[in-house]
C-alpha cells in the first residue's frame, strides 16, 4: 500500500473495529488498531474448554446472500467462511410451538398466516409497514447513495413495537411471536421503535445461519487482511488519556496505558459510549456525560455450556421456549428470582482439537446483572444452574441424562467483552435515543460499534460503513466496491421486501 499522510487510529478490536480498520486501510490509509485484550475479536472469538469449542457472542446469524455476504466480500474476508442452514423453533407460554420455514421472508409471513389464519389481516398490514420500512433502508445495499434521508426518522421509527401491535389489535400470540426476536436485540416491545425491530427482524424472517468454527472463522480472514494492508495491531494497549483541543477542535495525540503516546489525523472508537467519556478533553465532556448518563445497557445472559451425548443425535438449530408473554418481564425481571422466563437453546455440531466429533449445546436465559449487583457465589451460581437445566429438561425431556455441562456463566463473566457495563448487546434502543453514530464531541473522533447503529454482527459491521463513507467521502467509498459483491443472488435477495 501506498503510505498516506492520513493517519486513522481505531479503539476496540471487536468486528466493529476490525470492519473500519480494513476499510480505512483499503482505502490508503495508515491504520492503527488498538485492542485493550491480548487477542484481537472480541466476541467473535471461541473459547475451548476439555478441547471443545464454544461460541462466546457470535451464535448465529443472517443470510450471507445478503449484506452480511456484501460487507464481507467488500473486506476481503469471506474466503473459506462456510455457513450451515440454522431452523429456528419457537415455543409459546401457552405450548403453541412455531417452527419456522427459514428459507425466505414470503415464505416466513405464509407460515405465519397458517398459524394464525383469524389474523391475517392484521399480519397483512405488519407485513406492509415493515416492508415500507425495509424498502427505504439504503444500507441494505451498500451502493445506494448515503444522504441525510438515510438518518431521518420516519413514523415507525418514534413509534414502539408494543404500541403498534396493540394498535393492529394483534393476540398476545401473535404478538409475541412477531416480537420474539428482540430476545436477540435486547429491546423491549415497550420500548424499541418499530423500525430498528424491523430491521433486525428481517434476517430472522430470511433465512438464519451459522457459521462454521464461528467467529473464529472471522477473526483468522481479518488477521490476514490487516496483515496484508500493513495495519499497526497493539493488543494489551489502551488509551488512557488525550491531549487537550487544538484552535480548531480537534485532538491529535492520545497517552497509551504501555506509557507510549499516538499522534494521529482522526480516530474512530467503537468502545462503550461510557468508557469513552472520561478519556474526552474536559472542554468536551460534560454535555456527552449528560448524554451518556440517560442511557441504559441491555439484559446480560446466564449461559450454559455443554455437551450431548452422541447416543441423541441433535442437528444445528436454535430453540427458544417462552414461559411468559411480556417481554418486559422476561428482558428485564424486577430481581433475579423473577428471572429465567425464557432459554434459547442453540444446538450444533463441532470438532474437538482433536479433531473428533462433538455435539455442543448452549443455554442462554435472560439475566438482570447491572454493574452494581455483586456476581454471584459459587452456590449462587450453582441454583441458577440448576433452574434453567430444569426449565430445559421441562421442554426437551428426551434430554435427561444425555447432558453434561462443561462451564456456566453470568454476565459478570463477559464484563472484559462489554464494560462498563454487561449488556448483552450495548445500550438499550428506546424511542428516545440517539444514534451514537458518527461525530462525536471532538471534530475528528467518531463513534462507531454496536451501540451506534443496531447490535449483532451486522449492525455493527454496518455502523462502520456508514461512517467510513462519511468520512472517506463517495468516491473513495465507491472505490472500495467490487462488482464481485454484488451478484445476482444479492440482487434477488436485495428486492424481496
Known amino acids: 500500500m501506498v503510505n498516506s499522510p492520513i493517519h486513522s487510529l481505531v479503539l476496540g478490536a471487536g468486528v466493529g473495529g476490525l470492519s473500519v480498520a480494513l476499510l480505512l486501510a483499503k482505502a490508503g490509509r495508515r491504520v492503527t488498531l488498538l485492542e485493550k485484550q491480548s487477542a484481537i475479536g472480541g466476541r467473535l472469538a471461541r473459547f475451548h474448554r476439555d478441547g471443545i469449542p464454544f461460541d462466546t457472542g457470535l451464535h448465529f446469524t443472517s ?21 450451515e442452514n440454522f431452523p429456528w423453533l419457537l415455543r409459546l407460554p401457552d405450548g403453541h410451538e412455531l417452527v419456522f420455514p427459514n428459507c425466505g421472508r414470503k415464505q416466513f409471513y405464509e407460515y405465519l398466516a397458517q398459524e394464525f389464519p383469524r389474523e391475517a389481516d392484521a399480519l397483512r398490514k405488519y407485513r406492509m409497514l415493515e416492508t415500507e420500512v425495509l424498502r427505504n433502508t439504503p444500507m441494505f445495499d451498500l451502493r445506494v447513495g448515503l444522504d441525510d434521508s438515510m438518518m431521518a426518522f420516519s413514523d415507525m421509527d418514534q413509534l414502539p413495537l408494543g404500541v403498534l401491535l396493540e ?21 423491549v416491545p415497550a420500548e424499541v421503535p418499530a423500525a430498528r425491530h424491523f430491521r433486525v427482524s428481517y434476517g430472522f424472517e430470511e433465512e438464519m445461519i451459522r457459521l462454521k468454527e464461528g467467529g473464529d472463522a472471522l477473526i483468522r480472514n481479518f488477521r ?3 496483515e496484508r494492508l500493513g495495519v499497526e495491531v497493539r493488543t494489551s494497549t489502551y488509551v488512557t488519556g488525550f491531549q487537550e483541543l487544538d484552535a480548531r477542535g480537534q485532538c491529535h495525540s492520545a497517552e497509551l496505558s504501555d506509557g507510549t503516546s499516538v499522534v494521529f489525523d482522526d480516530l474512530f472508537s467503537s468502545l462503550h459510549p461510557a468508557e469513552i467519556v472520561p478519556l474526552l478533553p474536559s472542554d468536551n465532556r460534560r454535555g456527552f456525560q449528560r448524554l451518556v448518563a440517560q442511557l441504559e445497557d441491555t439484559c446480560g445472559f446466564f449461559t450454559i455450556f455443554a455437551t450431548v ?53 448452549i443455554l442462554l436465559s435472560p439475566y438482570p446483572a ?6 454471584p457465589s459459587p452456590e449462587e451460581k450453582g441454583r441458577m444452574t440448576k433452574v434453567v437445566l430444569d426449565h430445559f429438561y421441562e421442554s426437551l425431556p428426551e434430554m435427561q441424562g444425555r447432558i453434561q455441562v462443561i462451564a456456566a456463566a453470568s454476565p459478570h463473566t463477559y464484563a472484559r467483552y462489554v464494560p462498563p457495563g454487561r449488556g448483552a448487546y450495548g445500550v438499550r434502543m428506546r424511542v428516545d435515543n440517539p444514534r ?6 471532538v471534530r475528528n473522533f467518531y463513534g462507531i460499534g454496536e451501540n451506534a447503529f443496531a447490535p449483532g454482527v451486522v449492525g455493527t459491521m454496518l455502523s462502520s460503513f456508514l461512517v467510513a463513507r462519511q468520512v472517506l467521502g463517495e468516491g473513495a467509498y465507491l472505490g472500495l466496491l ?16
Open 482 to 497: 467490487p462488482e464481485r459483491a454484488f451478484p445476482d443472488s444479492f440482487v434477488a435477495w436485495n428486492s424481496n421486501f
Open 370 to 375: 447491572p454493574p452494581s449487583v455483586p456476581p
Open 224 to 226: 490476514r487482511e490487516l
Open 167 to 187: 394498535q393492529l389489535g394483534m393476540s398476545p400470540e401473535l404478538s409475541c411471536a412477531l416480537a420474539s426476536p428482540v430476545l436477540y436485540h435486547g429491546g
Open 436 to 441: 451514537l453514530m458518527g461525530r462525536l464531541p
Open 63 to 83: 443470510s450471507l446472500v445478503g449484506i452480511l455476504g456484501q460487507m464481507l466480500t467488500v473486506l476481503g474476508a469471506e474466503d473459506g467462511i462456510e455457513a
Open 309 to 361: 451425548d452422541e447416543r441423541c443425535p441433535v442437528k444445528p438449530h436454535l430453540v427458544s421456549y417462552l414461559r411468559d408473554f411480556d417481554f418486559n418481564k422476561i428482558m428485564y425481571a424486577s430481581s433475579c428470582q423473577e428471572s429465567f422466563l425464557s432459554t434459547g437453546c442453540v444446538f450444533s455440531r463441532e470438532r474437538r482439537q482433536d479433531d473428533t466429533p462433538v455435539q455442543c449445546l
